[in-house]
């Protein structure tokens, strides 16, 4: 006698926000008090992505595409390979399913390419792909230190490059970036205590077809990555559960740059034609005097 198994439907639990939306502005006219809110708080009034755009140096976006292009052909993918989450060309390190020591461990072997990457680029280039200098000023007229996450001796990534690759329904599958941060917890990494967690990005190459980031208006609880089984990762929740859930998706060109809430669900739409490559870094608040970067 067979045994009819059913399966009961997850039921979605976490927090949504009023007035979800993003906010665009250009270089000429960067609101900071967007960057600092969504940092600290988490959206600025409602909006949980702020796009910076034409902000990169055009040139100096290609020039480092080209460069990137030629050494993951030259390394057979990058320095990343498939780790049964995320199909992707990558150059730079990944706290992803790392503790603080595993992750400094790979900062240290992925420097040296990451830093080949940048060999062209001069102090204006590289402000004008991460607005360090910056973000450094604007935070210290507060009080609050900006600067890279440590782990006993070691120092986070400055960035690390991507090209998303097919991952199935989507580029980069619809997940969160807080749920990782129980992998710092286990020997006291400091971004563990981050409060927030906001992702940093340059597009340095836009898909031609395809590619659009998409945000949705919903922050998983516990209860919710467990059902899903993503406790730890935070990836990926499958797209047809989201249905009908309040989102928005955005085209990035190449030269731009956002600010964006990673604690929301999002992901990238799949890439018909060309190729979407970012550089990147997440950014934390770990109290009211210290804000860090890690990859």
């Given at each position: 006698?067979?045994?009819m198994?059913?399966?009961t439907?997850?039921k979605?639990?976490g927090?949504?926000i009023e007035?979800?939306?993003?906010l665009e502005?250009?270089?000429?006219?960067i609101n900071?008090?967007?960057?600092?809110?969504?940092?600290?708080h988490?959206?600025h009034?409602?909006?949980?992505?702020y796009?910076i755009?034409?902000h990169a140096n055009?040139l100096?976006?290609?020039?480092i595409?080209?460069?990137f292009?030629?050494?993951?052909?030259?390394?057979?993918?990058g320095?990343r390979?498939d780790?049964?989450f995320?199909l992707t060309?990558q150059?730079?390190?990944?706290?992803?399913?790392?503790n603080?020591q595993q992750?400094?461990e790979e900062?240290?072997?992925t420097n040296h390419t990451v830093?080949e990457?940048?060999?062209?680029a001069?102090?204006?280039?590289?402000?004008?792909l991460?607005?360090n200098?910056?973000l450094?000023r604007?935070?210290?007229?507060e009080?609050i230190h900006?600067?890279p996450a440590r782990?006993?001796?070691?120092?986070?990534?400055f960035?690390t490059?991507r090209r998303?690759?097919d991952?199935?329904?989507?580029a980069?599958m619809?997940?969160e970036d807080?749920?990782?941060?129980s992998?710092?917890?286990q020997?006291?990494f400091e971004?563990?205590?981050?409060q927030?967690?906001?992702?940093?990005?340059?597009?340095?190459?836009?898909?031609?077809?395809?590619?659009?980031?998409?945000?949705?208006?919903f922050?998983?609880?516990?209860?919710c990555?467990a059902?899903l089984?993503?406790t730890?990762?935070?990836?990926?929740?499958?797209?047809?559960?989201?249905?009908d859930?309040?989102s928005f998706?955005?085209?990035?060109?190449s030269?731009?740059v956002?600010f964006?809430?990673?604690?929301h669900?999002?992901?990238?739409?799949?890439?018909s034609?060309?190729?979407?490559?970012?550089?990147g870094?997440?950014?934390?608040?770990?109290?009211?005097?210290k804000v860090?970067y890690?990859?």
């Amino acid at each position: 006698m067979s045994e009819m198994i059913t399966q009961t439907p997850v039921k979605l639990s976490g927090k949504i926000i009023e007035d979800f939306g993003y906010l665009e502005s250009t270089s000429d006219d960067i609101n900071f008090s967007a960057i600092r809110n969504l940092i600290l708080h988490g959206h600025h009034h409602g909006n949980v992505v702020y796009i910076i755009r034409n902000h990169a140096n055009p040139l100096v976006c290609r020039d480092i595409a080209d460069q990137f292009y030629q050494k993951v052909s030259q390394m057979g993918g990058g320095n990343r390979g498939d780790d049964g989450f995320v199909l992707t060309n990558q150059i730079g390190a990944t706290q992803f399913s790392r503790n603080g020591q595993q992750y400094i461990e790979e900062v240290n072997r992925t420097n040296h390419t990451v830093t080949e990457l940048f060999a062209s680029a001069d102090g204006y280039a590289t402000e004008s792909l991460f607005m360090n200098r910056r973000l450094e000023r604007e935070f210290l007229d507060e009080n609050i230190h900006f600067g890279p996450a440590r782990f006993k001796n070691g120092y986070a990534c400055f960035a690390t490059f991507r090209r998303w690759l097919d991952n199935g329904a989507m580029a980069l599958m619809p997940h969160e970036d807080l749920a990782q941060l129980s992998f710092a917890a286990q020997d006291d990494f400091e971004i563990a205590a981050a409060q927030t967690v906001t992702a940093y990005n340059v597009c340095l190459d836009a898909a031609g077809e395809g590619g659009e980031l998409r945000v949705w208006n919903f922050i998983p609880d516990g209860h919710c990555r467990a059902a899903l089984g993503v406790t730890q990762t935070g990836y990926p929740y499958p797209p047809e559960l989201l249905g009908d859930m309040e989102s928005f998706s955005v085209r990035l060109n190449s030269g731009d740059v956002y600010f964006m809430n990673a604690c929301h669900l999002h992901g990238v739409h799949s890439v018909s034609a060309g190729a979407r490559l970012t550089a990147g870094r997440f950014i934390g608040k770990l109290d009211d005097r210290k804000v860090v970067y890690w990859t």
